[in-house]
């Protein structure tokens, strides 16, 4: 892997990735300097690991509630099985929702599997949303139920590294 970083640099770097980008011009030479490497070094690895497959992209976190979107529902449906995939996709890709993804039931208790979010800065503006999703799908008489949040307890990105020797060490 020529120009890439030693094992140690690169479970180091991973580290620093999965914590975010710091907010400054050059990211990538700022990460490099943490780890004592080259900025090339570290794109190179980077773009190694998106060749690979590890990931196939960069996103980010928004803080959405510091951004004023404070009422924020999960809609969740029952689509039968042979759908999911397509309506999911549809709903993935319309205007205002941020997040779809598909989950197994728990039956009997939680019969759906397709989960989507939408934010918005008013109840009533989340509603009018769903209520013109659905519509324009199709789903309105499919089982759903809208579930607003009420309290934001932890929002980052994953976290996949293995702990640094000094963290397991600290413990």
Known sequence: MNGCLNELQAMHLRRLL???????????????????????????????????GLFRRVGLVLKHRALGFSANAMLVLDIPDADVDEVGRRLGQAAGVNLCYQRPRRLPQWPYNLFCMVHGREREQVCQVIEALLAANGLSEVPHQLLFSTRAYKQCGGRYAPPLAKEVANG
């Open 18 to 52: 999965e914590a975010g980008l710091p907010l400054v011009a050059r990211p990538y030479q700022q990460l490099a300097e943490q780890i004592g490497s080259s900025e090339a070094q570290v794109l190179a690895q980077i773009q190694h690991w998106q060749d690979d």
